[in-house]
């Protein structure tokens, strides 16, 4: 379990990781969610003790990571892939972290063939691709066979057939009934692997909700309606007290995913219809619309020097406004 109560972190000027309080639990995958610089990496960080927080707590299994002795045997996490001494064997990176952590060397040969590196075992990890740097980096979380696995965007850089083996060893690592916390600033993805969702937009906890709940907060279905008889369905609608509205391009929609009803009331009516179709509107576009929410907030109480601020992170916020601008014109 990972505690984190009132956790911030400011860089001078800039607060990286705003008051975020909320529980990472075991049995299930934990995805944490943010656009780019929302405060992810600094977040992880902190949990493992590599960055100070300026404020607030956070705890694995109730201690902080320096109080843990031999802590990868407690948490094991894959932070930044390329973070290896290149001149060193895939081996003897594992072994040299064995040793230093109290690990017996067997378990060395164990995640090399877990993350299916045995044949490049003896190979400089310089001349890793990044994709065998991720499953090096992946070992290395694992060999200390630790009840608490994390990882920071595992899925980047890799090939549809690293992608899918990422995310089964997650779901089997859950199901082993261990903590598995993984960040990504990519929806589709947490669709695909999380139990739980955690979404952070400028640092601070925009949502904190099971992916059940998630899906069955956002994923709205509206019924797509085209029609050369346009009044005379509207008027059957209304009569049946459905409400549509104007969707652009002579497309009505009505919201709900109740098709059949629709069809059946147009052929009572005898109205030909040219399209009938349910629609759901995307996890993304719900993602998009909290993490805007999260950029007007900071728009609206941001000092006089710049509605955006004032670093390099300008990019990011403007971004997901354009990203939203541009959903919002092709909607
Ligand atoms: P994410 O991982 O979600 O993309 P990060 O945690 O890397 O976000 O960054 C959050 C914010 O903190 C960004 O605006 C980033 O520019 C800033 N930041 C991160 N590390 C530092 C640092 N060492 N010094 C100054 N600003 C930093
Ligand atoms: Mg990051």
Redesign the pocket.
């Given at each position: 379990m990972i505690e984190l109560a009132g956790l911030t972190k400011r860089?001078g000027e800039?607060v990286?990781v705003d008051d975020l309080t909320f529980t990472v639990r075991p049995g299930i995958v934990t995805g944490f969610l943010?656009p780019?610089?929302?405060?992810?990496?600094?977040t992880m960080r902190m949990i493992l003790g590599l960055d100070h927080p300026t404020a607030g707590d956070v705890r694995i299994d109730g201690r902080h990571y320096h109080e843990l002795t031999n802590p990868l045997t407690y948490i094991g996490a894959l932070l930044d892939a390329k973070a290896v001494h290149g001149g060193r064997t895939a081996r003897n990176h594992l072994l040299c972290l064995a040793q230093s952590n109290g690990i017996p060397a067997r378990r060395v040969r164990e995640v090399l063939e877990t993350v299916g590196l045995t044949a490049v075992a003896r190979k400089k990890a310089k001349g890793f691709s990044l994709g065998m740097s991720q499953r090096l980096g992946i070992a290395g979380a694992l060999l200390g066979d630790p009840r608490i696995l994390m990882f920071d965007e595992p899925v980047n850089g890799l090939d549809p057939e690293g992608i899918h083996w990422i995310r089964g060893l997650m779901k089997s690592l859950a199901a082993e009934g261990r903590t598995v916390f993984v960040s990504s600033h990519l929806m589709s993805e947490m669709a695909l692997t999380a139990d739980h969702l955690v979404v952070i937009g400028q640092g601070r906890l925009l949502a904190d909700t099971s992916m059940a709940d998630f899906v069955a907060d956002n994923a709205h279905a509206r019924v797509r309606i085209r029609t050369p008889d346009r009044e005379r369905l509207l008027d059957a609608l209304h009569e049946a007290g459905i409400t549509a509205v104007e969707a652009g391009g002579g497309v009505l929609e009505v919201e709900g995913g109740d098709s059949e009803r629709i069809g059946e009331l147009a052929a009572r009516h005898q109205v030909v219809l040219h399209e009938l179709s349910v629609r759901q509107s995307s996890l993304e576009e719900a993602f998009m619309r909290l993490t805007a929410e999260a950029v007007e907030y900071h728009a609206h109480s941001a000092p006089p020097a710049g509605p955006w601020g004032a670093?390099?992170?300008t990019t990011t916020s403007r971004t997901v406004a354009q990203a939203v601008a541009r959903t919002t014109a092709e909607g």
């Amino acid at each position: 379990m990972i505690e984190l109560a009132g956790l911030t972190k400011r860089y001078g000027e800039k607060v990286a990781v705003d008051d975020l309080t909320f529980t990472v639990r075991p049995g299930i995958v934990t995805g944490f969610l943010g656009p780019n610089g929302a405060g992810k990496s600094t977040t992880m960080r902190m949990i493992l003790g590599l960055d100070h927080p300026t404020a607030g707590d956070v705890r694995i299994d109730g201690r902080h990571y320096h109080e843990l002795t031999n802590p990868l045997t407690y948490i094991g996490a894959l932070l930044d892939a390329k973070a290896v001494h290149g001149g060193r064997t895939a081996r003897n990176h594992l072994l040299c972290l064995a040793q230093s952590n109290g690990i017996p060397a067997r378990r060395v040969r164990e995640v090399l063939e877990t993350v299916g590196l045995t044949a490049v075992a003896r190979k400089k990890a310089k001349g890793f691709s990044l994709g065998m740097s991720q499953r090096l980096g992946i070992a290395g979380a694992l060999l200390g066979d630790p009840r608490i696995l994390m990882f920071d965007e595992p899925v980047n850089g890799l090939d549809p057939e690293g992608i899918h083996w990422i995310r089964g060893l997650m779901k089997s690592l859950a199901a082993e009934g261990r903590t598995v916390f993984v960040s990504s600033h990519l929806m589709s993805e947490m669709a695909l692997t999380a139990d739980h969702l955690v979404v952070i937009g400028q640092g601070r906890l925009l949502a904190d909700t099971s992916m059940a709940d998630f899906v069955a907060d956002n994923a709205h279905a509206r019924v797509r309606i085209r029609t050369p008889d346009r009044e005379r369905l509207l008027d059957a609608l209304h009569e049946a007290g459905i409400t549509a509205v104007e969707a652009g391009g002579g497309v009505l929609e009505v919201e709900g995913g109740d098709s059949e009803r629709i069809g059946e009331l147009a052929a009572r009516h005898q109205v030909v219809l040219h399209e009938l179709s349910v629609r759901q509107s995307s996890l993304e576009e719900a993602f998009m619309r909290l993490t805007a929410e999260a950029v007007e907030y900071h728009a609206h109480s941001a000092p006089p020097a710049g509605p955006w601020g004032a670093d390099g992170d300008t990019t990011t916020s403007r971004t997901v406004a354009q990203a939203v601008a541009r959903t919002t014109a092709e909607g």
